[in-house]
């Protein structure tokens, strides 16, 4: 992936490829050993086959989306070539014909001289602030 987009344009980037619900182009960018930590899951996928089967069910979701709040992206360079992506997005999808909306914040860690650039994904609901 190298030259094709910078670490400030990878989460666009991720964002476009679910938002067309193809679990495969998302899937591609994770490398085969990559770690994912799921918004919608308690449990870690590692891999293919488990960060796979986690966004099939995600995009099998009626209306599902991300939007990205781009004014929060940032990123980070780091002196081994990795870069470090992160910001907020918000998913999105019908459950029982409502929208339901769920504010998130991102983490990506990012090689972006490998074809499949994303070594790990932590993704996590945006808590609530205390009263």
Known sequence: MTGAITAEEFPAHWVNLVNAGDAAAVLALYDEGASLLPTFSPVPAVGHEEIGAYFA???????????????????????????????????????????????????????????????????SLVPTPPA
């Open 57 to 123: 069910k995600l995009l099998s979701h009626e209306g599902v989306g991300v939007r990205l709040d781009e004014d929060s992206v940032g990123a980070a360079q780091t002196s081994d070539g990795l870069a470090v992506a992160y910001g907020t997005y918000a998913f999105f999808y019908r459950l029982d014909g409502e929208l339901q909306t769920f504010p998130a914040r991102f983490t990506f860690v990012i090689d972006l001289s490998r074809s499949a650039p994303l070594l790990h994904h932590h993704s």
